[in-house]
């Protein structure tokens, strides 16, 4: 009705889901790389939250699309089933046929046997299989259970069925009820699918109307973008209902702009309500609202989003730089509280090691508050020694740099991202009711993170960290050798002919195609292969995962120990 007062061609805020106006912010890219990474990752659970219209959907619609040939997956949108239920309708996306004999309905093992025999020879034939379900926190804790059986079934290298979650912010809630423990140390990813950005929210307005064939200026003032994000608080299907009806309200009014007026007209008829921000969703949706953190297994050959990481230098200013979805971090910034760790049966409560004994910890397997570094600065000093280095307290980053040695921090990354550059890092952690305070990560594994702070070390369930790290993170890289000073990127001197060397070194192995030939080609297949925001330019990104490649003397976070 509205398009054509406005220049366009289409309606450009339906929420029908249309594949033309699909917008990826930074957090739905990394949402969609925990999910990519889930098919290669060993099996298990994967666990995609977010609040209701946050872009759930999209993210799976774009999973989907790029699920590689050698996957078979099962979709259940369903979730309100018996057991018996959920296994007949899975057996049956999976085509298997269930063969039942004697009286009365088929029984649970009429199901089982048929669907094990299935994955064995599909997993012999060099086939993933994966099951989605969707709306899951509707399904009933016996129904997780028995989702959590179907996983026994493995062989010495992965499981054989990977089970994607998706679901609303309940469903955390419900993976941390102590009888569903076992099923929460099997989710090797998680991530909690935060709300836009005002900045995002401006785009994703633009990106609409782009689309809808938009040539001019956008006809929304930015006093009203403003209030449109402050009204939908960055949900994307709020964003469409409320500029919908602003754009028909200023059409009716003859308007050619959409002022605040008109947005706060349209909110309370969209809302049902005067034009006030909508009803906050309950504390324990709020306490999810930061990105979410992986809980991960194997790294397999999957990569992540880790947005916004910059370089520390003696300035201390931050060089945006991203891992794009192939894209992190259930991070994110990682990105959510989650609801409290699972019992401590398979955890250490106490350091593993320590001169003296702790107070006891706020969170099972945490460290106390007490024992936590009070300084960054305090942190990357203790850093130093695992590069065979001593940083002096006055400026460790500075004395990095003589040593050909550079700082790096982000506050965004994930446990994904901390997996790839594999490296010990510093980490910030918020107890709760406590100051924050720094820890050094210098383990992981599939389950747990090992925390250390001078000579002590905490054994932490990846669930745990998640409660109370946030995304900031501080490492150390080396440099290229013959690098005088600080790099933010190496496009000319010593530093790039090192990574030229390096580059034409992995083409001629094959490991880079051969038609890339000039060095900007080459650095773009590196960053492709590896899952890095392709930019043509060699960051501390890339060279922090080129000094991995070439297997560098650089310590390690999957292969340190305590």
């Known amino acids: 009705m509205y398009a054509g007062h406005f220049g366009l061609k289409h309606t450009p805020f339906s929420i029908a889901p249309d594949p033309r106006y699909l917008f990826m912010s930074e957090r739905h890219r990394e949402a969609l790389a925990h999910l990519l990474y889930g098919i290669e990752g060993g099996g298990g659970f994967v666990l995609l939250t977010g609040e209701i219209g946050a872009g759930k959907t999209t993210i799976c619609r774009c999973f989907l699309e790029q699920i590689p040939p050698h996957c078979r997956v099962a979709y259940i949108f369903n979730p309100k089933l018996t057991v018996g239920d959920l296994l007949k309708t899975i057996c049956n996306e999976f085509h298997i046929e269930v063969k039942h004999e004697g009286i009365g309905p088929a029984t649970i093992k009429d199901y089982l046997d048929p669907l094990n025999a299935y994955l064995l020879s599909s997993h012999a034939a060099g086939q993933h299989n994966i099951l989605i379900i969707d709306e899951a926190q509707n399904l009933t804790s016996h129904v997780l259970e028995q989702l959590r059986l179907l996983t026994n079934l493995e062989t010495s290298e992965r499981k054989l069925l990977q089970i994607i979650l998706i679901g609303q912010p309940e469903l955390r809630k419900m993976l941390a009820r102590p009888e569903l423990e076992q099923l929460a140390q099997r989710v090797i990813a998680r991530f909690h699918l935060g709300a836009l950005t005002e900045a995002e929210t401006r785009h994703y ?192 980053c500075a004395r990095a740099e003589r040593e050909q040695m550079q700082c790096f921090t982000t506050s965004r990354m994930t446990l994904h991202g901390m997996r790839q550059l594999d490296r010990p890092a510093l980490l910030a952690l918020r107890l709760p009711g406590q100051p924050r305070g720094w820890a050094l990560i210098t383990q992981i594994t599939s389950e747990t993170a090992t925390l250390s702070v001078g000579n002590d070390h905490w054994l932490v369930p990846l669930t745990a960290l998640a409660d109370v790290w946030r995304g900031d993170y501080t490492t150390l890289w080396r440099l290229p050798p013959g690098q005088d000073g600080a790099l933010r990127r190496a496009t000319d001197g010593t530093a790039a002919a090192w990574v030229s060397e390096q580059l034409e070194g992995m083409k001629s192995r094959g490991e880079l195609p051969a038609t890339a030939g000039t060095m900007r080609e080459q650095v773009e297949a590196f960053q492709r292969a590896r899952g890095l925001e392709v930019d043509g330019i060699a960051g501390a990104m890339t060279i922090m995962l080129m000094n991995r490649a070439v297997s560098r003397d650089e310590p390690r976070l999957t292969a340190a120990a305590p």
């Open 205 to 396: 307005i633009r990106h609409r109307l782009a689309v809808a064939g938009l040539k001019g200026p956008a006809p929304f003032t930015d006093s009203a973008v403003k209030r449109i994000h402050t009204l939908t608080q960055g949900v994307p299907r709020r964003i469409n209902l409320i500029c919908d009806r602003a754009l028909l309200g200023a059409y009716a009014g003859g308007l050619d702009r959409v002022d605040r007026s008109v947005v706060d007209k349209a909110a309370a008829e969209v809302f049902e309500s005067p034009a006030v921000r909508p009803p906050a969703p309950p504390a324990s949706r709020r306490a999810t609202r930061r990105l979410g953190t992986l809980a991960l297994g194997a790294l397999g050959g999957a990569l992540l989003t880790a947005a916004l990481v910059g370089l520390w230098s003696a300035t201390r200013q931050s060089a945006p730089t991203q891992l794009a979805a192939p894209a992190v971090v259930e991070p994110p910034a990682a990105n959510a509280a989650v609801p409290a760790a699972p019992s401590t049966s398979t955890v250490t409560a106490a350091p593993v090691s320590s001169s003296e004994p702790a107070l006891s910890p706020p969170i099972p397997g945490l460290p106390p508050a007490s024992a936590l570094l009070r300084s960054e600065r305090a942190g990357v000093r203790e850093l130093g020694p695992l590069w065979g280095q001593s940083l002096p307290d006055a400026d460790p």
